[in-house]
């Protein structure tokens, strides 16, 4: 039985997590031949996602080194550093791993350079694919990259350094959408056979069952609401969303707004909300592990990021069809909206616009645009995903589990 890897360490809950456990739940269901699936645990990686996992028969093996980690910040710029040691302690474990276990493949959703460096002191060789799972912030443009602290200029800088050296040793490195593959053999000197666009599997038919799960909240279910979803980080902007969401209620005053997530900005997004006066208008939830029974109920879902790679959840609401407002992203939300056909675009960082097309969205529901945001959302299905693995363009995923 061949043995496959996920390696995905993270401190806190971000989409990557998710895309993980479907991305091995593809292999294992559609895989030809019997194969063992283990996903790596370094924190709390896995946590709120047992069931999932158990019943897509995945197995978590735990290198024990949360109790390391569990004190040291989670957010902001010091969430680095935890990061950084996440991996120092982590490529010893690697390492014994590779060579007690011998697994044939190790996917890096996360911290790809991590296996990368284990493997180079390993004896024992197992191909590694890196799939670069957020477009990162150097590659998103000139304009966001310096408008960034001087600190996360420096760390910008040297993961391109970090990328050039190591990336390269990759057997094969995964990006979510064509602009990223294109930025990155722009920017990087790396042999083009080895990168292939290939999107995560982000929805199945489960979400339905998960819809219709019941909300005890008089906040959401005794008002119409437009929902965003979200780290509580600069990334997302939910800055500007609020400050349009001031000049959207002025126009539709019985609307609220909700925003899931949980992260650094919390308090900071709290005094805007109390300065903006919407303090009874609009909701910081906080993270919930089923966001599909908000989401379906909601007339209409934003994604206000400054930057993103393939936007897990504006992808989960195209799906559900859901009508979407995005911001014009470098990357896959103009892709995945079809140029504005299959949704509305709004200007990075500008509430005025975005309130604008908040509005047009509200007001003109266009069964057209939902109807070809949903069948976009078809190609990040499991069953594509595997189909993409299997092709010949990827002969290493071929050989690995299709002999």
């Not at 030809?32 to 370094?42: A, P, S």
């Amino acid at each position: 039985m061949k043995k496959i890897c996920f390696w995905t360490p993270y401190i806190g809950n971000v989409g990557t997590i998710k895309a993980t456990i479907h991305s091995a739940e593809s292999i294992k269901k559609y895989s030809d031949e019997k194969v063992e699936i283990n996903l790596f645990k370094i924190h709390s990686e896995w946590e709120g996602y047992e069931s999932s996992i158990e019943k897509a028969e995945l197995n978590i093996v735990d290198f024990n080194l949360k109790k390391y980690f569990k004190n040291l910040p989670k957010y902001g710029i010091f969430s680095r550093f935890t990061m950084l040691l996440m991996m120092f302690y982590s490529i010893p474990k690697l390492i014994k791993y590779f060579n007690n276990e011998k697994p044939e493949l190790v996917f890096g959703y996360l911290q790809g350079i991590t296996p990368l460096i284990a493997r180079y002191f390993s004896k024992h060789k197992p191909k590694i694919i890196v799939s670069i799972q957020g477009l990162p912030s150097f590659l998103a443009s000139k304009e966001v990259y310096e408008k960034y602290p001087i600190w996360k200029k420096i760390e910008a800088n040297m993961r391109i350094y970090l990328w050039k050296k190591i990336y390269k040793n990759a057997d094969n490195i995964i990006t979510l959408t064509e602009e990223t593959k294109i930025n990155i053999l722009d920017i990087f000197d790396f042999d083009k056979q080895k990168i292939l666009y290939i999107p995560n599997p982000i929805v199945d038919d489960e979400i339905y069952d998960k819809v219709d799960e019941i909300i005890d909240d008089s906040f959401v279910i005794e008002n119409d609401y437009i929902l965003a979803i979200g780290r509580y980080t600069p990334q997302k902007d939910f800055q500007t969303l609020i400050k349009a969401f001031k000049i959207v209620k002025e126009s539709h005053q019985k609307l609220n707004l909700i925003i899931l997530g949980e992260g650094e900005l919390r308090e900071q997004l709290q005094v805007l909300i109390n300065q903006q006066k919407l303090k009874d208008k609009v909701k910081l939830y906080g993270f919930v592990s089923n966001p599909y029974k908000f989401l379906k109920k909601a007339k209409l879902f934003v994604l206000s990021s400054l930057w993103e790679d393939q936007g897990h959840t504006l992808v989960e609401a195209t799906y559900l069809r859901v009508p979407v407002v995005s911001t014009k992203c470098p990357s896959g939300q103009v892709e995945l909206l079809s140029h504005g056909e299959a949704g509305y675009l709004c200007e990075i960082g500008n509430e005025i616009d975005m309130a604008k097309k908040i509005i047009e969205a509200l007001e003109n529901i266009d069964s057209k645009k939902i109807e070809l945001a949903y069948n976009n959302s078809l190609k990040f299905t499991s069953n594509q995903f595997y189909k993409s693995l299997k092709s010949g363009r990827f002969l290493l995923i071929n050989t690995t589990i299709e002999q």
